[in-house]
């Protein structure tokens, strides 16, 4: 079971544009990577693409514009964006104060991009990146920039308005639907005060839980650990889980990568 605070990690610097601090790498998942990543003030960041994976933004503080494609998304604490396979996207920095988001990426593929773990991808792409900032375009010397797409991504202002689900023990907002995305999928979830789910695994799917309020307990296999705020659960693949939320509702957003192609 993987559990770490939002804030805590390796950290990776990217040139002096960013820093990634690394939650879940690559290296302990089947397709997923997920960080928190904090842009400085008054950046305006490298347009880059990625070929091999699909990333979801949530913002946990600051204000800024993320370009995706042809469009322009104004974020704010509490956004969400999806950013769709070799789209390209820019992260532009507009408050008084850095922005930071929650930085999930769903692989494609087993191949990961050719890059064994978040660091060595990072160390690989950061002067490709500085060069991209620096002359504000993708296509730099060293950018792969074969296979570009135009499309949209998706920009959710509140991830409390998703379309809502009861399912007793729980109730579940679906934020990005299974078929607007390639593996990845997100929903909201509540668990009422003292509820308590049953044991459940996912054949199909590996989850990660980012805690948004409340306070409780998640069980993944045999380990139980307390979560509160900002807390990052990882779920393995296959592994039983369950949920039990304390004196107050628990929600987190979760953030499913589909390691098994499924329909939608």
């Not at 507009?94 to 593929?109: E, I, K, R, V």
């Not at 003292?194 to 980012?210: D, I, L, N, R, Y």
Request: charged fraction near 25%.
């Amino acid at each position: 079971m993987i559990r770490r605070y939002y804030q805590n990690g390796q950290k990776l610097d990217v040139a002096g544009l960013n820093v990634v601090t690394v939650l879940v790498d690559r290296s302990e998942t089947q397709l997923t990577e997920v960080g928190w990543n904090r842009w400085r003030k008054g950046l305006e960041g490298p347009p880059h693409s990625h070929e091999a994976k699909e990333q979801i933004f949530f913002v946990t503080d600051g204000e800024g514009i993320v370009v995706v494609g042809p469009s322009r998304y104004a974020v704010k604490t509490g956004s969400l964006i999806y950013v769709p396979p070799k789209a390209i996207h820019q992260t532009i920095v507009t408050g008084d104060a850095p922005l930071s988001y929650f930085l999930f990426n769903a692989f494609l593929d087993a191949g990961k991009e050719g890059h064994a773990s978040f660091a060595d991808h990072i160390e690989k792409v950061r002067e490709v990146r500085r060069q991209q900032a620096q002359f504000r375009q993708a296509a730099v010397p060293g950018a792969d920039t074969s296979a570009i797409s135009d499309q949209p991504g998706k920009h959710i202002e509140d991830v409390h308005q998703g379309r809502l689900f009861d399912f007793g023990s729980n109730t579940t907002r679906l934020i990005l639907e299974r078929n607007e995305a390639v593996r990845a999928e997100v929903t909201l979830v509540s668990w009422p005060k003292g509820s308590k789910g049953a044991m459940v695994s996912h054949p199909e799917k590996e989850q990660t839980f980012f805690v948004l309020s409340g306070r409780g307990k998640i069980t993944v296999g045999e380990e139980t650990l307390p979560v509160a705020v900002g807390d990052v659960v990882f779920v393995p693949w296959q592994a039983p889980h369950t949920t039990e939320a304390a004196d107050e509702t628990l929600t987190y957003l979760c953030l499913n990568t589909h390691v098994i192609e499924t329909k939608p």
